[in-house]
């Protein structure tokens, strides 16, 4: 196929004809999106060095007081998620130990994070966008890319409206990139931020991509972007303009072809819009009704089962979760579901059986039961696990009935 065409690039031929229309694609990003979300809770706090870490817990004797706890009374282990840009002027980053991060900052504030409230946040800012946008594909709690190709409207014009939909809807801001693909907008809508529109074509590439590291391609990772410092490149564009094979003999034919496609900005992956699944489960209705007691090995073999099965599922579709529920069904139909919330999200069949059992300890057996179920929910793609497992949770248990 031409290059050009792959790409998905305007080309112009000598007879005038454009062969495919140029993709129009946003990548939008919230700014100090934890951090932001809590701002609206506690206004008085805006200006300030804010930092969002730590694991929920008993409230501080500075809380008790109304008060809000700094960074220097902090003590334990925990790492920052994120901060104001604020705090960020003193080098408190996501991923910071929080005492490391009390030496930079120690009159900054420091709030234990509140998964549900920026989950709800993040729900609000996505429907926002599709109001205007509705072809997403969700990237994560905080980020989405926007397939604009289709919807009438000059780019900078565009972002706006999205931009100031999304504030009206949660009081948040969030910069955009708006570029030919995915890889370069990703790169694009951290050029301005906070609260930035930054919209580029391929003939920005030179003058906007290639003079930053390769680290800001997403994809190169921090082992790539070393080997790659070591081999002497240390900008996007030295990478663009690097020996092929010099390349794949440092980092294998595949890889190194990915990298000097990222570094001319070419990318054809399509923005996908569809939903993720919220949940995995498995469930089996026994051939027979089964009593707590006198079946209890048969159930959890059964339950071992299930647990295994819903393992399996996610790792051959590439998630972990972090939501563990149990469903039965009792003799006369009737329908009970418990489920509990750990701190990682995981996908081992033993850590899904445990968590099943703390929910079973909480079922009365009066009856016997006809079904069980398991549930995997609170999902997270494996390659975004990473950063999911940094945000730490108290565990809780949140029994639910149907
Ligand atoms: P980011 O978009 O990386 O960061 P941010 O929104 O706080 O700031 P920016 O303005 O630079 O976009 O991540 C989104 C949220 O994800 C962030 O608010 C907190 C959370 N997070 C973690 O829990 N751990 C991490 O290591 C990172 C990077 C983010
Ligand atoms: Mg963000």
């Not at 008993?58 to 007081?65: F, P, V, W």
């Not at 706006?160 to 370069?184: E, F, M, Q, W």
């Not at 294998?252 to 569809?274: F, I, M, N, S």
Request: with cysteine; charged share 30%; proline share 4%.
């Amino acid at each position: 196929m031409n290059e050009a065409l792959k790409n998905g690039v305007l080309q112009s031929f000598p007879g005038g004809a454009s062969a495919v229309a140029e993709r129009r694609i946003a990548h939008l990003d919230m700014d100090a999106f934890y951090a932001s979300v809590e701002l609206l809770r506690y206004p008085e706090l805006k200006g300030l060095p804010v930092v969002i870490g730590g694991r929920r817990r008993r409230a501080s004797d500075a809380e008790l007081r109304g008060e809000f706890m700094r960074l220097a009374d902090y003590s334990g282990r925990g790492v920052a998620t994120t901060a104001t840009y604020e705090a960020r002027a003193f080098g408190v980053h996501s991923g910071i130990g929080l005492m490391k991060a009390a030496a930079l900052a120690p009159e900054a504030i420091l709030l234990p994070a509140d998964f549900e409230e920026y989950g709800r946040y993040s729900r609000r800012f996505k429907a926002a966008v599709a109001e205007i946008a509705p072809q997403i594909e969700d990237r994560g709690i905080d980020e989405i890319y926007i397939d604009l190709t289709d919807v009438p409207g000059e780019s900078r014009t565009l972002a706006a409206r999205i931009k100031d939909n999304v504030r009206h809807a949660t009081g948040l801001s969030c910069s955009i990139g708006i570029t030919p693909n995915k890889l370069l907008s990703k790169i694009a809508s951290e050029l301005d931020k906070p609260d930035g529109i930054t919209v580029l074509t391929h003939a920005d590439l030179a003058a906007r991509i290639w003079p930053l590291p390769p680290k800001r391609i997403n994809g190169i990772g921090p082992r790539a972007s070393a080997k790659l410092e070591a081999m002497g490149i240390d900008t996007i564009g030295a990478l663009a303009a690097a020996a092929p094979a010099a390349l794949a003999a440092a980092f294998g034919a595949r890889y190194a072809q990915w990298l000097l496609d990222a570094a001319h900005g070419r990318d054809d992956r399509p923005v996908v819009t569809v939903r993720e699944p919220k949940s995995i489960s498995r469930e089996t209705t026994f051939e027979r009704d089964l009593d707590q007691r006198r079946d209890r090995e048969e159930l959890s073999r059964i339950l071992l089962g299930l647990c295994e099965r819903v393992a399996g599922d996610l790792e051959r579709k590439g998630y972990l979760g972090r939501t563990i529920g149990v469903k039965l069904r009792y003799a006369d139909f009737a329908i009970v579901t418990r489920d509990v919330t750990l701190e990682r999200p995981t996908r081992d069949a033993a850590a899904i059986r445990d968590a099943v059992r703390s929910c079973l300890k909480r079922v009365v057996f009066d009856r016997r039961l006809r079904l069980l179920g398991v549930r995997v929910g609170a999902l997270v793609r494996e390659d975004d696990a990473a950063s999911a497992t940094e945000a730490v949770i108290a565990a809780e248990s949140l029994p639910l009935f149907e």
